[in-house]
């Protein structure tokens, strides 16, 4: 892997489902992994920054995974409620530089 | 309230005018960073600081230049502007990166317009 690769690009699900997408980026040069929320018309806002391989982040009702070695971080959303639409970007950092993914759109139906 | 204080939130330019995209910080965060946002693409480092009188390229540096006079401040300027430079710029700020990362603070964003 290249670049930083999220998937889904785009998510629909029911309110109180619960939820999770992947982040995967190369596993060499690894600093860390930054995780974002960012909603319609606002400043993205960090949600988790994870350095450690095995890493959880916990947050309310989000949370999140790393794997260094294998180059993978998931995002867990359990209950989805229609306040966590949003794009959820994460971000690899080499160091000085942050490499981000192009993001994966969840929107929340009531 | 403190924060990552952008301006102006929007500009039109024409081609071969310049500006510059003002940047402030108030929480004494030594690295800032100027990114671009353009559809179907993640955020772009265009240029980053890890301190005053400390700059360095990112990802797209090509067409714009910074300095870093102050720890606050990071100014980005567009000597010539072109059609490809038409985005959403964003600047952020962090207390450490590395290892000892922390997230970063997002400023509010400039929708830049190059006609």
Redesign the interface.
């Known amino acids: 892997i290249l670049n930083v690769e999220q998937s889904p690009q785009s998510l629909h699900v029911q309110e109180g489902d619960s939820t999770n997408f992947t982040c995967s980026f190369p596993s060499s040069n690894f600093y860390a992994l930054h995780w974002y929320r960012w909603e319609t018309a606002k400043s993205p806002e960090a949600l988790f920054v994870m350095t450690l391989n095995g890493d959880e982040k916990k947050k309310g009702r989000i949370s999140a995974t790393l794997n260094t070695k294998e180059g993978y971080s998931y995002l867990y959303i359990k209950g989805s409620q229609p306040e966590d639409s949003a794009t959820y970007l994460c971000a690899r950092n080499t160091g000085n530089q942050f490499y981000f993914g192009t993001g994966t759109s969840l929107t929340v139906i009531p | 309230n403190a924060g990552v204080t952008q301006t102006p939130k929007f500009q039109v330019l024409k081609t071969g005018q310049s500006m510059t995209l003002q940047c402030a910080q108030d929480m004494n965060h030594e ?1 800032m ?1 100027w ?1 671009r946002q353009d559809p ?6 265009i240029h ?1 600081s ?1 301190g005053a009188g400390i700059t ?1 390229q ?2 797209v540096p090509n067409g714009y230049n910074v300095s870093r006079s102050t720890t606050e401040d990071f100014p980005l300027r567009l000597l010539s502007a072109a059609p490809s430079q038409t985005s959403v710029y ?1 600047c952020a700020s962090s207390y450490q ?13 400039t929708r830049l317009t190059v006609v």
């Open positions: 690295y960073s990114y179907g693409m993640g955020l772009r480092l980053y890890v360095d990112g990802e964003f990166t590395g290892a000892g990362s922390y997230g970063y603070t997002f400023g509010s964003g």
